[in-house]
Structures are given as structure tokens and as C-alpha cells.
Nanobody, 120 residues
């Protein structure tokens, strides 16, 4: 059973940046469309905030939730089985636990997530 491992969270101030990373120990990482999800303090469910497809003709299809569009950048490195999320201009409402998973999410693959807390 595979499980994702997220890292890079922390406590920052409004306007700061953070870069999250997600790793998975599998040789099939490149075969999955991937996404970052988050669960906010008052949220019952994880919401998908950024997604990236598998490479087709060396290009990726990327989508963002409106709440993070223009501030967050998702990327992947299939050579190292790593998914990243560069988060700029962080806001207090970005405070959440951030997770990575495939699309649609595999319920058995959720990791512990990484906490991001943005103070105003």
C-alpha cells in the first residue's frame, strides 16, 4: 500500500511564502494525475486546490481553485517522484492542513498532511 508524505508546512505571516513537497515511494508516480488538497479549520472535507495531469507530449494540464489562482503554483518531478506546491502571498484563510493524493483521491493513500498556519 502506498502512502504520500507531505512536508514543508509551518507558521508564517500574511504575505509570506512557503513551498510544500510531497513524495511517494513508487515507480509509477508518473502515471498518476496528482493534486494538492487542504482541510481548513472549519472544513469537514478536504478540498482540491491544485491539480496537475500526467505529462503528454511533455506538457502538463494544470488547474487551480479560484481561491489560490495566481498565488500558488503546482509542479511535479517524475524523476524524483515529487509533487510541489509553491505558495506565495499567503493569507490567513490559507491556514489548513495540506495533503497530496491522486485524482480522484485514493482513500487509503492519505498521509498525515502538513500544517500551514498564516497569521495576520
Amino acid at each position: 500500500q502506498v502512502q504520500f508524505v507531505e512536508s514543508g508546512g509551518g507558521l508564517v505571516q500574511s504575505g509570506d511564502s512557503l513551498k510544500l513537497s510531497c513524495s511517494l515511494s513508487t515507480s509509477h508516480f508518473g502515471a498518476f494525475s496528482m493534486a494538492w488538497y487542504r482541510r481548513q479549520p472549519d472544513g469537514a472535507e478536504r478540498e482540491r486546490i491544485a491539480s496537475i495531469s500526467t505529462a503528454k507530449y511533455r506538457e502538463f494540464y494544470i488547474e487551480y481553485h479560484d481561491d489560490v489562482k495566481g498565488r500558488f503554483t503546482i509542479s511535479r518531478d517524475d524523476a524524483t517522484n515529487t509533487l510541489s506546491l509553491q505558495m506565495n502571498t499567503l493569507k490567513p484563510e490559507d491556514t489548513a492542513v495540506y495533503y497530496c493524493n491522486v485524482i480522484p483521491p485514493d482513500p487509503k493513500a492519505w498521509g498525515q498532511g502538513t500544517q500551514v498556519t498564516v497569521s495576520s
